[in-house]
């Protein structure tokens, strides 16, 4: 039976990936460091599935690290975990350092020491950095250069560095996903979907950066695990592959239209001073993972209600 290695399996992404999208053939370790946010609550229904361990470790102990890699034999490693949430990075950037870039050499260390069949790293469209440049959007696509603007995407990027090294010198079999915003259920609250929907819940104020008109591309995180999966069954080594949802939308539109959903009043909207080195927008070309033959599944304003209604049902 084949295995993956799931680190960062109880935060969002993960945890939606170890759910929905394992296969009932293939054995897999979820391992996690249980930041505050992990869905620790959670982990009794990855176990229930039966082909699913969980052990709880971190990603930068080396020692631990190769220790398991050389008692476990994984074929597969998919690494989620990080440090994601991008106000947090600008505050306190060393931990980003230390679990992004540090926590994932030492995966890719280990998965050259003990032969991986294929790593794939979990990167972001924000490797890229600011879409807008003067009064024009660019599009990125994969092989762009690099011009990350928080200490979180810089440690994403030099991440992406590293696995394409390690592919380079060693021959790792590495592939790279760089995915634009997801939304979807378990995502921790400081992040923008679940704060709206939380605050105004409890009418409390929703703080928006700046004017709110900086845009994010949205994606379904099942398409995103889709194409993960897809990557791993078509994708080839040593490459990277965008992938993006089909929607568009400034800030304030997203606030406004939860607002609606609920029924609150847009007075609850409190405008904040801008994040430092705030991004207007990413916008990246999908076209090579559409050549695998990815198609979205899901778009947003089709889906926000249900969205809406699962985190406050949660
Ligand atoms: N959320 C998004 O919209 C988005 C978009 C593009 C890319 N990404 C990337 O996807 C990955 C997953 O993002 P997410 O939104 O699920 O993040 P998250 O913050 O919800 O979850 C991260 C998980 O990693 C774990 N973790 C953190 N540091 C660790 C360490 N040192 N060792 C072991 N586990 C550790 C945490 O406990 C948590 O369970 C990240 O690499 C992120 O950069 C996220």
Known sequence: MEKYLITGGLGFIGYNYLLNFTKKDCEYVCLDK?????????????????????????????????????????????????ESHVDNSIINPYIFAESNYIGAMVLMDASVKFGIKRFHQISTDEVYGDSQKDTQIIQFNESDALHPSSPYSVSKAATDMYALSMHRTYNLPITISRCSNNYGPFQFKEKLIPKIIYNAKNNKNIPIYGDGLNMRNWINVKDHCKAINLIFD???????????????????????????????PESLIEYIPDRLGHDFCYVIDDLKIRELGFNNDFCLLEDLEKLVDWYITY
């Open 234 to 264: 078509k994708g080839k080594d040593g490459e990277i592959y965008n992938v993006t949802g089909n929607d568009f939308l400034s800030n304030i539109e997203l606030a406004k239209r939860v607002l609606k959903i609920l029924n609150k």
């Open 34 to 82: 249980v930041t505050y946010a992990a869905n620790i609550d959670q982990l009794p229904r990855l176990l229930e599935k039966g082909n699913i361990r969980f052990i709880k470790e971190d990603i930068t102990n080396r020692d631990a690290i190769f220790k398991l890699f050389k008692n476990e034999k994984f074929d597969y490693v998919i690494n989620f975990a990080a």
